[in-house]
């Protein structure tokens, strides 16, 4: 397959195989006579893969590590529960976290007919407290 329709299938552009392809995600294709990358069929499963990676909130560096387990057989699924018991976590605490700006958010709404003073959004007090306070200096 040419890197268009490679890129075409995956639904990404050609820079990005070619970056893909630089950390070594996605493996040196072979050329063409001419010159061209010919790549195996492969190589738009990998790049969904990864963009699929991504959109979980794996970085390229946990997504190299995947592929690289996903290689390994049996004996690296510890490795790879390990690393996904770790992306369960910090996910967790995303979502608290936006869970919390929802709330205080929907507070606001709920608040905003009233005037400004009464108004509780612990988002905007946190904002307007920052902006008041000098910034701390640091002492050598």
Request: charge should be neutral; hydrophobic fraction near 35%; include cysteine.
């Amino acid at each position: 397959m040419r890197t268009s329709e490679v890129a075409a299938a995956a639904h990404v552009n050609t820079q990005t195989l070619r970056y893909y392809e630089r950390r070594g995600l996605l493996p040196q294709p072979q050329r063409t006579p001419s010159g061209y990358r010919a790549y195996t069929a492969d190589a738009v499963r990998v790049v969904r893969f990864v963009k699929r990676a991504q959109q979980l909130g794996f970085t390229l560096d946990d997504i190299e590590e995947l592929l690289h387990l996903a290689g390994g057989g049996p004996a690296s699924c510890d490795d790879a529960k390990t690393m996904a018991r770790s992306r369960i976590a910090d996910l967790q605490h995303r979502i608290a976290d936006l869970a919390g700006m929802r709330d205080a958010l929907a507070r606001l709404v709920d608040t905003c007919d009233q005037p400004r003073a009464q108004r509780d959004c612990p988002i905007l007090h946190d904002i307007q407290t920052a902006a008041t306070t000098p910034p701390s200096t640091a002492q050598d």
